[in-house]
């Protein structure tokens, strides 16, 4: 896995290995400054809530922005 690689490269990279992604592949899902988001499932009276990650996040450094979980910049830094 490269930087080299294009965007729709590393989408299909993530999305055949999303639930196995090995942690030392610089994507921003593996950056100490991106932030994940999840949405909740189920409502505030049903017995199985549950979270779910989203493809998507943003990232804090050097300043707030949107992220997709297989971007990658120059900033990255492992979590």
């Known amino acids: 896995m490269h930087k080299s690689m294009t965007q729709s490269e590393r989408c299909k990279f993530y999305c055949q290995n999303c639930h196995w992604m090995p942690k030392d592949i610089p994507m921003c899902v ?35 922005k949107d992220r997709k979980v297989y971007d990658v910049c120059e900033h990255f830094k492992q979590k």
Do not use: E, M, S
Request: glycine content about 8%; proline content about 9%.
């Open 30 to 64: 593996n950056c100490k400054h991106f932030w994940q988001h999840y949405i909740c499932k189920g409502g505030p009276n049903d017995t199985a809530q549950w979270v779910v990650p989203l493809h998507c996040g943003h990232c804090i450094y050097p300043r707030v």
